[in-house]
């Protein structure tokens, strides 16, 4: 078998390293010019936190992102498994208490927990969560990981080629475009997401940190040479736009309440990225004349696409069905 994967962002490679483990034929196809230039991968957040996600998301996203845990771990060593802290400052508790009624595998940590967790922030929080499975990894790292094992495998990712229709037929083709496939997806939506990196040498942190604000919540996750992601708004819309300026001042506001050293930290970089969706917000397995379609994965590509690949996999190479991927449209379930 010979298997062609149109997109090189996590999904994209994830497909192409699950299926050249396997011994298959694989080349990978990407539009843009280099490794992170088209697609929203670029700018992810890096968290593998499947249990937070149970806040807005359905069971379905945490089992996925719960298996994917482990591929990253034995695939990437920057994938570390440090667990998520969530806070909130005293006047916004009853945020933690929602949290905690959406979510789970988790503890309840008070002040002196929140400071053995995080010095840095002592005296801060006295009301926290805190999910010690979830990990976290630099997207940027992960992504270019991934593409030197590929290489190592004999398989090319080949930058700047526009494909065409004319590809189905010659091989086996795993569509891992987003919203490059909606002519063919026509109920994906785009989903905008801004970001910040700071730079702040006087603060530490061991892993990401969310605080909980009934307007404003914010992730803050860590990377190297004192370097924060902040993020990330979510706006519906298909606009790959450079970020407002009224989600700057939340941002910076937000990081700022998590932390007063944030006022004086570097702005690093400034990111959007548009993530496609489907209506409920679930990834979807799709085939159409062909091509079988990695999509939908909202804000979770880092979390489950390697969840996803293996089925892509286990699709091509097994004939298997996977109904709660590969529905038009697949029911939400939430947690009993």
Request: glycine share 10%; hydrophobic share 45%; with cysteine.
């Amino acid at each position: 078998m010979r298997v062609t994967v149109i997109g090189a962002g996590v999904a994209g490679l994830a497909c192409a390293l699950e299926l050249a483990e396997r011994g298959v034929s694989v080349e990978v196809l990407e539009r843009g010019a280099r490794l992170g230039a088209a697609g929203c991968s670029w700018y992810a957040g890096g968290m593998l936190a499947p249990w937070c996600e149970l806040e807005s998301s359905g069971p379905l996203i945490a089992q996925l992102g719960a298996e994917s845990i482990p591929w990253w771990q034995e695939r990437f060593p920057g994938a570390v498994v440090n667990g998520t802290l969530v806070v909130a400052h005293g006047r916004d508790a009853p945020e933690v208490a929602q949290f905690a009624g959406r979510t789970g595998h988790f503890e309840r940590v008070g002040a002196e927990a929140i400071a053995a967790l995080e010095p840095d922030l002592a005296g801060r929080f006295s009301h926290g969560l805190y999910f010690a499975e979830e990990a976290h990894l630099d997207p940027r790292a992960a992504l270019a990981a991934l593409a030197a094992r590929l290489d190592e495998l004999g398989t090319p990712v080949r930058f700047g080629v526009e494909v065409s229709s004319a590809f189905v037929g010659r091989r086996h083709v795993i569509d891992c475009t987003g919203l490059g496939a909606r002519r063919e997806l026509a109920d994906l939506r785009g989903v905008k997401g801004e970001m910040l990196l700071l730079h702040l040498g006087e603060l530490s942190l061991a892993r990401p940190v969310r605080l909980l604000h009934p307007r404003i919540p914010v992730y803050v996750v860590p990377r190297a040479e004192g370097l924060f992601m902040v993020g990330a708004t979510m706006i519906e819309s298909d606009e790959d736009t450079r970020i407002s300026a009224r989600s700057m001042l939340e941002l910076l506001s937000a990081a700022y309440a998590l932390h007063p050293a944030f006022g004086e930290a570097e702005i690093a970089e400034i990111g959007t990225g548009v993530r496609a969706a489907f209506p409920d917000n679930l990834p979807r397995l799709r085939r159409r004349d062909g091509t079988l379609y990695v999509n939908g994965l909202y804000r979770h590509g880092f979390l489950i696409a390697p969840a996803l690949a293996r089925r892509a996999a286990a699709v091509l190479l097994e004939g298997r069905h996977f109904p709660e991927l590969m529905n038009e449209d697949p029911p939400q379930r939430r947690l009993a």
